[in-house]
Structure formats: C-alpha cells, structure tokens
T-cell receptor, first 113, second 114 residues
C-alpha cells in the first residue's frame, strides 16, 4: 500500500530565510509525486509534480522539489520565503493513470516577519 | 473557467438528518473523489469514481454513499449523519490520461453535525 510521511507537523521560518519541507513516501513502483498548498479557507492548489525525467522539478511561486529514489524522499524547497507562503503544505503520492492519491498529514508553515 | 464546484460551502445539521453535498466539474474528467480533512489527519479519501457508474471505497467510506450517474457530477450522501462526520470535505477530479493525475480541488464544504 502506498503511504506518505511528512515528519514535521509545524515549521516556523523568518521571512527571507530558506525553507525545506520533508516528505517520505512508500510505493511499490515509480510513483507520481505531488506537492499541494492550502491557504487558510481555501482548497488545495498544485505547487509541482514529478512523473519522470529530471529529478529536480520546478513549481509555481518559486518552489522546487527533488526526487531521491534511494531515500524515498521528495522534499520541497524555497530559497527565500515570503510572508504569503504561510499555509499548509501536503505531499502526495499517486498511482500511474489511476487517479488515486494518498496524502501526508500536512506541514503548517508559519512565516515570522 | 475550469473548476470543481461544491455546494453547500457551509452546513450545520443535526444527527440523523439526511444530507447531500453536491460536486460538479466542467473539465470532462473521468476521475472524481471525495476527501475529508481533519486536524492532524491530513486528507483521507472517502470514495472515488473512475468513470460513470464506476465507484469504489476509499480509506474511510463508513457512513457515506456516492453515485456517479453523469460524468460531471459526484454527490456525497450522508444518510444518517453523526457528530463524528463533522469535518471539512473536498471534492476533486482529474483526467486519467498518462501524465495527468493532477487533482483539481473544490473550495471545500464545512459540515457540522450536532
């Protein structure tokens, strides 16, 4: 069965500092991997996805993530955090062509001025 | 505009009173799904549908029903709601072509069962 672990429930960073959110997955084959962001009171929006190819993927809002098969990880990074990045972030793993995605429990990001 | 529309956005009801949360998408997506979001538990899948008349249980289906009579609609039915179904519900859809699988989410429906 596929699963996703986000080890950090809550992270606080200062505005302008770098950010890394951790994600570890368990999946039997090459996974589809996603990061979604949920701003307060909103639905989830896709930040980036990995299907195949280059293991470093770029997303919207200056985010990037790196797929590391040996570590079963797909960590999300941003070099300089903005106050508007405060939100909840979800990592997800999906089966190929099947639609079903399994989500991690989420990491809440707080940005200090 | 491509979107997933859920209604109602907010609902307070009482134990045992049947309710339906509607979900509609305008992207001709084959796959639709319902999730519930609870603090500390992330998103848990309730039911999903791979196409018209094809539905299957997710991880937490107890107490819920769904139907998929038309491609665009996927209503979530609570026949006899209980307080433990108080939650934030999201509907999502995606195409099933290779390289797709990116879920488009509705804005959410916050349900309170007293």
């Amino acid at each position: 069965a596929q699963s996703v672990t986000q080890p950090d429930i809550h992270i606080t960073v200062s505005e302008g500092a770098s950010l890394e959110l951790r994600c570890n997955y368990s999946y039997g084959a090459t996974p589809y991997l996603f990061w979604y962001v949920q701003s307060p009171g909103q639905g989830l929006q896709l930040l980036l996805k990995y299907f195949s190819g280059d293991t470093l993927v770029q997303g919207i809002k200056g985010f990037e993530a790196e797929f590391k098969r040996s570590q079963s990880s797909f960590n999300l990074r941003k070099p300089s955090v903005h106050w508007s990045d405060a939100a909840e972030y979800f990592c997800a793993v999906g089966a190929t062509n099947a639609g079903k995605s399994t989500f991690g429990d989420g990491t809440t990001l707080t940005v200090k001025p | 505009e491509a979107q997933v529309t859920q209604n109602p956005r907010y609902l307070i009801t009482v134990t045992g009173k049947k309710l339906t949360v509607t979900c509609s998408q305008n992207m001709n997506h084959e796959y639709m799904s319902w999730y519930r979001q609870d603090p500390g538990l992330g998103l848990r899948q309730i039911y999903y549908s791979m196409n018209v008349e094809v539905t299957d249980k997710g991880d937490v289906p107890e107490g819920y029903k769904v139907s998929r009579k038309e491609k665009r609609n996927f209503p979530l039915i609570l026949e006899s709601p209980s307080p433990n179904q108080t939650s934030l519900y999201f509907c999502a859809s995606t195409a099933l072509a290779r390289g797709a699988n990116v879920l488009t989410f509705g804005a959410g429906s916050r349900l309170t069962v007293l």
